[in-house]
């Protein structure tokens, strides 16, 4: 299959996602700023540390997971996929690893922002469906 035709079968899922990525990035904005206001800036930074941690292995995942398509190209789809979720739980834990070594957590802000950013993709499909 020609690069052209494969980018075109991917273009539209790979959108998705990082559409998916930008919404749930502004989302987390959004709440960090509401938590430094509310409750600080202690709390902030584990809000933002914790939707960093769910954001980051996302965007690796999306770029790993949508870089084939086609019938020709099932095999190396399934393979990428895997291999994003690998190497998405890897970046998730060592993302939780070097945030429980180096920040001094507060474990609400930090656990509920990680626990939302990965309950948006559930409802993302939602509001972008909304967009078109």
Known sequence: ???????????????????QVGITTAIVFIITLVTYFSWGLSSAVSALAGGA???IPNIIFAYKAFRFAGAKSSKLVVESFFSGVKLK???????????FKFLVIVPLPFFSMFCLVMALPLLTPFI???QH
């Open 1 to 19: 299959m020609s690069l052209d035709r494969q980018n075109s079968l991917v273009k539209p899922g790979r959108k998705f996602a990082y559409q």
């Open 53 to 55: 941690i769910g954001i």
């Open 89 to 99: 739980m890897v970046v998730t834990a060592l993302l939780f690893s070097l945030a």
């Open 128 to 130: 972008l469906k909304h």
